[in-house]
């Protein structure tokens, strides 16, 4: 239990900032998961359109923290070449 009145605020916010950040986490996932289901269906017209936004989506999930700016790149990175990858 926290004891002053500055610490109990501060639980009050970490309640809420810790759903924000797996809203944003989930969010992430599902993009990248959507991605890799047109990668799998080898349909790369769809997976193209889509990647400005996992890149968008990826790097403001980034910008706050959530997941590290190199993972995020990283992801970003891999996805990207899965894609030109494919015939």
């Known amino acids: 239990m926290p004891n002053t009145k500055s610490a109990i605020r501060r639980v009050r916010r970490v309640k809420i900032q810790s759903i924000v950040n797996k809203i944003r986490k989930s969010k992430s996932k599902a993009i990248s998961k959507k991605i890799n289901l047109l990668i799998e269906k080898k349909n790369k017209k769809e997976a ?21 700016k190199k993972t ?13 990858l494919l015939k």
Do not use: D, E, H, W
Request: hydrophobic residues 40%; proline residues 3%; positive net charge.
């Open 48 to 68: 193209l359109k889509l990647l400005p936004k996992l890149n968008s989506t990826l790097m403001k999930i980034a910008k706050t923290g959530v997941l590290n």
């Open 72 to 84: 995020a790149s990283r992801n970003i990175s891999r996805l990207t070449k899965k894609i030109y």
